[in-house]
């Protein structure tokens, strides 16, 4: 069976974004990489957005950027600027396109469908297929997102709208997501956070036609793509093994409290190309222990209060947005950190450090 220097399990986000830095930073000129992924044909099945706080490989997939948004509650909005750190959505389509062009130029990278195709053996391997135990009391972000198209224009392009909470919570988180690609085209996106144990949040048609119908009342409007998922709120189980490094969201690369991932992917691809020529005797990249401590906080409470927190996100915004951006991309110092800190409510926040 053939042998490859390195492995990457899973071609998606994290496998191909690896792959493509590996290659445009030529260590791929005389080392030899096997993908296996087992999709029949790559094609748009996600939109990834994030504040851009750091230069990452892939500009020229990004559908469209924004420099201000909003965040609300009922009654409530909050209008903020973000012109340090644009929020960019990437069309995961032009991104796989983009990539797998640039891989096919050369022969050392080879894709298979099943990893029982080759031989293991002597390579180093990158997995992104995470391990996820089934338990109810687990926290996840799960949502669903329609494109729609309006007869008429309808959206403000400039501004996007994070998080809208004027909208039934089910005793649960529930905001809606609103991405304006221009005045006629839009992202609308219904997402929880909770313990997926409440099959009616499940509804996402149903919610996304109400919010859309009733509460935008657009009554003209066609749907032109759709995207489900559902982002673990915990690390997925990590065994220490030699030769391999868990990549992606299998990596730990999900900041809990956001679910945000991208981003993180490439900065963990830097990290492991710049040490490719001694990886096995790298240390584990993470996500920084200050991050991990406060959002094992953060989903305590959210556990415990889940009817708390639209307001508790709200007020976290009347920080100034640079520093909410900077703390939720993991670029915040302390001062920063003690700013959002005091934003929060306390004796819950204290309380939860000994549920
Ligand atoms: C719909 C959706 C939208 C998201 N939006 C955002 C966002 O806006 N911003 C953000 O920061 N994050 C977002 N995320 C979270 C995260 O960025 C993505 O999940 C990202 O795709 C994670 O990359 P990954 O490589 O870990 O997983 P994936 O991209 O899912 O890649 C895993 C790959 O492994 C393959 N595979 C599965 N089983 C096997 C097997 N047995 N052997 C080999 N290969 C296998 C799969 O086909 C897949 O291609 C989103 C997630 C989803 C699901």
């Known amino acids: 069976m053939k042998e490859f220097d390195y492995i990457i399990i899973g071609g998606g986000c994290a496998g191909l974004s690896l792959a493509y830095e590996l290659e445009i930073q030529e260590k791929l000129k005389d080392k030899t990489l096997a993908i296996i992924e087992p999709r029949q044909e790559y094609k748009k ?37 973000c012109k340090n750190y644009p929020y960019q959505s990437i069309d ?30 002597n390579s180093f391997i990158f997995n992104s297929v995470p391990e996820i135990k089934k338990s109810h009391l687990n926290l996840w972000q799960h949502f669903c997102g329609v494109e729609i198209e309006t007869k008429n224009n309808f959206f403000d392009e400039e501004i996007f709208n994070l998080m ?15 991405l304006p690609y221009s005045k006629k085209k839009a992202l609308v996106e219904t997402t929880w956070l ?19 119908e009733k509460h935008l009342k657009i009554k003209n409007y066609e749907i032109t793509y759709k995207e489900e998922g559902a982002i673990p709120l915990f690390y997925p189980s990590y065994k220490k093994e030699k030769n391999k490094i868990n990549i992606g969201t299998a990596g730990g690369m999900t900041r809990l409290s956001t679910g945000y991932t991208f981003l993180n992917i490439q900065e963990h691809c830097k990290f492991i190309r710049e040490n490719i020529e001694n ?45 909410v951006i900077k703390f939720l991309s993991n670029k915040s110092n302390y001062l920063e950190d003690l700013n959002i800190i005091l934003k929060m409510p306390k004796w819950m926040f204290i309380k939860a450090l000994f549920y």
């Open 92 to 121: 995961s389509g032009l991104f796989y396109e983009k990539i797998n062009n640039k891989l096919k130029g050369n022969k050392n990278i080879s894709f298979f469908k099943d990893i029982t195709e080759i031989s293991k053996k």
């Open 194 to 212: 909770s313990k997926m144990n409440d099959n009616s949040q499940k509804d996402y048609d149903e919610q996304i036609k109400n919010y859309i």
């Open 164 to 178: 809208d909470f004027d909208c039934e919570q089910r005793e649960s988180v529930h905001f809606f997501y609103t």
């Open 45 to 81: 099945d996600k939109t990834w957005s994030f504040w851009k706080v750091t230069p990452h490989n892939f500009d020229d997939c990004v559908k469209k950027s924004w420099e201000s948004f909003t965040i609300n509650i009922p009654g409530k909005t909050n209008y903020l600027e």
């Open 279 to 323: 990886i096995s005797n790298t240390k584990k990249y993470e996500i920084s222990k200050k991050y991990q401590f406060l959002d094992d906080i953060f989903l305590r409470v959210l556990d415990k209060h889940p009817e708390e927190m639209s307001n508790i996100f709200f007020n976290m915004f009347k920080t100034s947005p640079k520093t």
